[in-house]
DNA sequence: CCATCATGATGATGCGCATTATCGAGCTGG
DNA sequence: CCAGCTCGATAATGCGCATCATCATGATGG
């Protein structure tokens, strides 16, 4: 029915169309009324009516690059979002950002476009950095790329991230506190009875990784533990060998404790198949979340709290946005829940 | 160290350190050369050096404006994205989707804003139409509202939807060939000889429902089956009673066919409760997705094409975007994959 | 009756870029 | 010696919007 494929309307049709100036139009629909400037009820309203039976909604793009604000907070990942591999992790994080979102009343801009032909990501790629569009952005990621971050904040961009990254400057971040969640569990095994507590540390440092290890540390200290040939670097794609395993228990070792859920699971298979009953005999815990259903027993780890990370990333970067002044950008990290689990009894070796 | 937060550099920057005009910088970063206008290969280089060593990138917002798209594809669902219990729905269609926006170098805005305060879900709130942010839009969603939709395009709205709609005029939408997919799951029953056949339909209509129906009945009338006394409307939220089954055996029912799996499910729970062995005495299908990590034997179904489509409506709708003339909005139908299961094997009783 | 002030607006400008129309200089050929 | 051409580039304009400085009008008050 309709050849002309009409143009979207703007302000100055609605403008000609109300008998106001375009400037009108846009105070009437930003609500930009202040002491200096003052549209009557009356005018607004018929501004209002006018835009309406326009359809008229705001181009984000001009308005973008006039200055003004989109309510668009754009969430971008250093990997590709929706690939199953990739989604579990991701998953928590977009129900904690979209909650938020929704609540504080901005859309979510999902960068997509990013993705360089050969699968990898980067704000940068092709030196265009969309990520303007957005009012601010949430970066998540694990493989997340320092240089773009720093110019990202160098340029007075806005934008908030899940998990801690160490650049140097401030930035916002939202993580979990890994360092008093892994200390926990060590108290655990400790309350336990257990004395020689292997150490499956993650072989690739990351900050998560460093933070564990902190707490680890500080627990080890605390309880005047001994780690003498108990600390194993592992690749999460490789787990550990029998070999290494075996070599652990003749070290003594009582209790492990593994970075990553699927490094315990793989343990845990590796034990049975030697005989080792757990908890009977030795004691398993991971330092992140339970695996997802996986038939078993209910390990000994932690939760991470991914929504609400998402969800406080969320409003670390809207507080940012909504504020007049410069804000200091702010961390948070909050507390993961200790799962006791089945992996982890008493220590029945008498050391 | 840098309180002065750095400005990125443009193309008037470039221009003045180089001595030549923004028009020239703008010229050589694209490209635009042509007959009637001509950079030599010295000076593009010079400009060139010069926009690298200053960091150059271009701002994708001033080029938006300047070119009219600003390639972002709005995905709106009439329902919320990612709580727990739509996830599952949505999940493959926003993989699709996904892929789909990042090789078409497309952004995609998720249109989360748009719930109102009592949760319901409009394009329309307010009157504002949102939707206008990106240059299109997938609409997805169970309980799509026809009212909205034919609004939409009759402002000339550019969207593609995933799930075929009734609605007046011709939409672009995809969908999957749920009658195809259901004859063949009758054929696999009747070849398997069973002729009294149970057909367990959803009691509220929708089209897909609908498609399901009338492939049912296309493989009815094509194999001369008699479904008197053998359909029953079932609610998915309440799936069938015990007494209901009851009656379906009596009536000599020796397969059962339900449109939703987790219908089909609790089917098999009550039949094992009967006694009634599957699919030794008496087999079962669904015609939906199998069910997500749930044990027991692989249902007899088909799989929905929920990734492809959601690449397809994108292509769809990038189609509509990108040529210049009007195009008719089209409609796809894909084919779903047949699964054999085990949950459906020869009828033994004679007829 | 003129200075002052509050009210209700508007015109001009610029964001960074792409594009269109145009222009000057040098060169050729008649 | 100048019309006509090519080469190399540019000034101007507009995309849609936000914002700043300004302005006309009528009311107030001294």
């Given at each position: 029915?309709?050849?002309?494929?009409?143009?979207?309307?703007?302000?100055?049709?609605?403008?000609?169309?109300?008998?106001?100036?375009?400037?009108?139009?846009?105070?009437?629909?930003?609500?930009?009324?202040?002491?200096?400037?003052?549209?009557?009820?009356?005018?607004?309203?018929?501004?209002?009516?006018?835009?309406?039976?326009?359809?008229?909604?705001?181009?984000?793009?001009?308005?973008?690059?006039?200055?003004?604000?989109?309510?668009?907070?754009?969430?971008?990942?250093?990997?590709?979002?929706?690939?199953?591999?990739?989604?579990?992790?991701?998953?928590?994080?977009?129900?904690?950002?979209?909650?938020?979102?929704?609540?504080?009343?901005?859309?979510?801009?999902?960068?997509?476009?990013?993705?360089?032909?050969?699968?990898?990501?980067?704000?940068?790629?092709?030196?265009?950095?969309?990520?303007?569009?957005?009012?601010?952005?949430?970066?998540?990621?694990?493989?997340?790329?320092?240089?773009?971050?720093?110019?990202?904040?160098?340029?007075?961009?806005?934008?908030?991230?899940?998990?801690?990254?160490?650049?140097?400057?401030?930035?916002?971040?939202?993580?979990?506190?890994?360092?008093?969640?892994?200390?926990?569990?060590?108290?655990h095994?400790?309350?336990?009875?257990?004395?020689?507590?292997?150490?499956?540390?993650?072989?690739?440092?990351?900050?998560?990784?460093?933070?564990?290890?902190?707490?680890?540390?500080?627990?080890?200290?605390?309880?005047?533990?001994?780690?003498?040939?108990?600390?194993?670097?592992?690749?999460?794609?490789?787990?550990?060998?029998?070999?290494?395993?075996?070599?652990?228990?003749?070290?003594?070792?009582?209790?492990?404790?593994?970075?990553?859920?699927?490094?315990?699971?793989?343990?845990?298979?590796?034990?049975?198949?030697?005989?080792?009953?757990?908890?009977?005999?030795?004691?398993?815990?991971?330092?992140?979340?339970?695996?997802?259903?996986?038939?078993?027993?209910?390990?000994t780890?932690?939760?991470?709290?991914?929504?609400?990370?998402?969800?406080?990333?969320?409003?670390?970067?809207?507080?940012?946005?909504?504020?007049?002044?410069?804000?200091?950008?702010?961390?948070?990290?909050?507390?993961?829940?200790f799962v006791a689990g089945q992996?982890s009894?008493?220590?029945?070796?008498?050391?």
């Amino acid at each position: 029915m309709k050849d002309a494929p009409r143009r979207r309307p703007r302000q100055s049709d609605i403008a000609k169309l109300a008998g106001v100036s375009q400037t009108t139009v846009s105070i009437v629909i930003n609500g930009r009324e202040s002491d200096t400037i003052r549209i009557p009820p009356e005018t607004r309203r018929h501004v209002f009516e006018v835009a309406r039976s326009l359809g008229y909604v705001v181009d984000p793009v001009a308005r973008s690059l006039a200055g003004g604000m989109n309510r668009l907070i754009g969430v971008y990942t250093f990997e590709s979002m929706f690939p199953m591999d990739h989604h579990d992790f991701y998953y928590p994080f977009l129900v904690g950002i979209e909650a938020a979102a929704e609540a504080l009343g901005y859309d979510m801009l999902m960068f997509t476009s990013a993705t360089g032909s050969d699968g990898s990501r980067s704000i940068y790629r092709d030196g265009v950095n969309r990520l303007g569009l957005a009012d601010g952005c949430v970066l998540l990621g694990k493989e997340t790329n320092r240089d773009d971050i720093v110019r990202l904040r160098d340029e007075g961009f806005r934008f908030a991230l899940v998990g801690r990254r160490d650049v140097p400057g401030p930035i916002a971040y939202v993580t979990a506190d890994y360092a008093s969640a892994t200390a926990q569990v060590v108290d655990h095994l400790v309350g336990l009875g257990h004395e020689r507590i292997a150490y499956l540390t993650a072989a690739d440092p990351s900050e998560p990784s460093a933070d564990r290890d902190a707490g680890f540390r500080a627990a080890q200290s605390r309880h005047g533990l001994d780690t003498d040939g108990l600390v194993l670097p592992v690749r999460k794609e490789d787990g550990p060998s029998a070999e290494e395993v075996r070599r652990l228990l003749a070290a003594g070792a009582t209790a492990f404790v593994a970075h990553e859920s699927v490094v315990a699971l793989r343990l845990l298979g590796l034990l049975e198949g030697m005989g080792v009953d757990v908890p009977g005999a030795c004691s398993v815990a991971a330092l992140s979340d339970p695996p997802h259903d996986v038939p078993g027993p209910e390990l000994t780890c932690f939760r991470i709290p991914g929504r609400e990370m998402g969800t406080r990333a969320v409003e670390l970067l809207v507080r940012q946005l909504e504020s007049e002044e410069e804000v200091e950008p702010e961390a948070v990290a909050l507390s993961c829940t200790f799962v006791a689990g089945q992996t982890s009894g008493p220590n029945r070796k008498e050391s």
